[in-house]
Nanobody, 120 residues
C-alpha cells in the first residue's frame, strides 16, 4: 500500500501562486509516475501534470507555461508549482501515483485532495 499526503492548497487571488506537495510513504518502491489531477464542482477529474521517475513531464494544455511539476525521488515527493493562477484553476487537486506490479497492470493510488480556490 502507498499513502499519499498532500499539502499546500489554499485561497489565492488571480495572478497569484501556490505550491502543492505530495509525499508518498509505505510501499513506495516501483512508483514510476507521480502526478496531479483536479476536479472542479460538477466536472470530471482531469489531468493537470505528471512526471516519471526519470523526469519526463506531461501537462494539460490549460496549464502549460504556468504550472511546473517536479519530483524529489529521494523523498518520494512530488511538487506542483502553480503560477499566474486563474479563476478557472479553482478545484480540488488530487495527487496520483502509479506503481509497477510484476505480471499485471500497475496499482494506482490517490491522495485525499487539497482545495485550491482562486478568487478576487
Amino acid at each position: 500500500q502507498v499513502q499519499l499526503v498532500e499539502s499546500g492548497g489554499g485561497l489565492v487571488q488571480p495572478g497569484g501562486s501556490l505550491r502543492l506537495s505530495c509525499a508518498a510513504s509505505g510501499s513506495v518502491s516501483s512508483i514510476y509516475v507521480m502526478g496531479w489531477y483536479r476536479q472542479a464542482p460538477g466536472k470530471q477529474r482531469d489531468l493537470v501534470a505528471t512526471i516519471t521517475t526519470l523526469g519526463s513531464t506531461n501537462y494539460a494544455d490549460s496549464v502549460k507555461g504556468r504550472f511546473t511539476i517536479s519530483r524529489d525521488n529521494a523523498k518520494n515527493t512530488a511538487y506542483l508549482q502553480m503560477n499566474n493562477l486563474e479563476l478557472e484553476d479553482t478545484a480540488v487537486y488530487y495527487c496520483n501515483v502509479r506503481k509497477a506490479v510484476l505480471g499485471r497492470s500497475p496499482d494506482e493510488y490517490w491522495g485525499q485532495g487539497t482545495q485550491v480556490t482562486v478568487s478576487s
